[in-house]
């Protein structure tokens, strides 16, 4: 009897061995399976992600001004009062957006709050030497004898922004 539980107990063994090794050979088959299936998935996710991003907006630093006259900013004229300054890059296009700036009683800097768009101005960045400490606007005489906004430099910025 004990030869022929020997000999059973192999043969038991193997058949356990070999339904595991199946099984074992199945997973792995279907995972390289899926694997496969999902790789022409991830491709296109990632194309449309490069998509995307290239259409992305790009928000840069941002500036506050103080203006004490109407000051013209392309089409629009800023009205007497307080501005925050961003610069935006769209795509490839670089934009100047200002926005409205309540100066409420207790007014600090840095804690006002932010209004509406007032204007959008598509610009042209040029490098500087060194970054400004200060939002700066430049400012030139049009033909219609008012002020408008030449060059935007926004505080910690190392370029220009020509309009």
Same mark, same amino acid.
């Given at each position: 009897?004990?030869?022929?539980?020997?000999?059973?107990?192999?043969?038991?063994?193997?058949?356990?061995?070999n339904?595991?090794?199946?099984?074992?050979?199945?997973?792995?088959l279907?995972?390289?399976?899926?694997?496969?299936?999902?790789?022409?998935?991830?491709?296109?996710?990632?194309?449309?992600?490069?998509?995307?991003?290239a259409?992305? =907006?790009? *928000?840069? #630093?941002?500036?506050e001004?103080?203006?004490? @006259?109407?000051? /013209?900013?392309?089409?629009? !004229?800023?009205?007497?009062?307080?501005?925050?300054?961003?610069?935006?890059?769209?795509?490839?296009?670089?934009?100047?957006?200002?926005?409205?700036?309540?100066?409420?009683?207790?007014?600090?800097?840095?804690?006002?709050?932010?209004?509406?768009?007032?204007?959008?101005?598509n610009?042209?960045?040029?490098?500087?030497?060194?970054? =400004?400490? *200060?939002? #700066?606007?430049?400012?030139?005489?049009?033909? @219609?004898?008012? /002020?408008?906004i030449?060059? !935007?430099?926004?505080?910690?910025?190392?370029?220009?922004?020509?309009?």
């Open positions: 009897m004990n030869t022929t539980s020997k000999q059973i107990a192999p043969k038991t063994m193997t058949t356990a061995s339904a595991t090794l199946k099984t074992f050979a199945a997973a792995a279907l995972l390289l399976t899926v694997a496969l299936l999902g790789l022409p998935i991830l491709a296109q996710d990632q194309h449309a992600h490069q998509k995307m991003a259409q992305e =907006v790009i *928000n840069g #630093k941002k500036g001004v103080h203006f004490t @006259a109407p000051i /013209k900013a392309g089409d629009n !004229v800023l009205k007497p009062g307080m501005y925050q300054v961003q610069h935006v890059v769209e795509g490839s296009s670089h934009v100047i957006i200002f926005k409205e700036m309540n100066m409420p009683a207790g007014y600090k800097m840095g804690n006002t709050p932010v209004g509406k768009e007032v204007a959008r101005l610009c042209k960045i040029e490098p500087v030497t060194k970054a =400004v400490r *200060n939002t #700066k606007i430049t400012l030139r005489t049009n033909a @219609a004898g008012e /002020k408008e030449a060059e !935007v430099q926004v505080a910690g910025e190392a370029f220009k922004h020509l309009l």
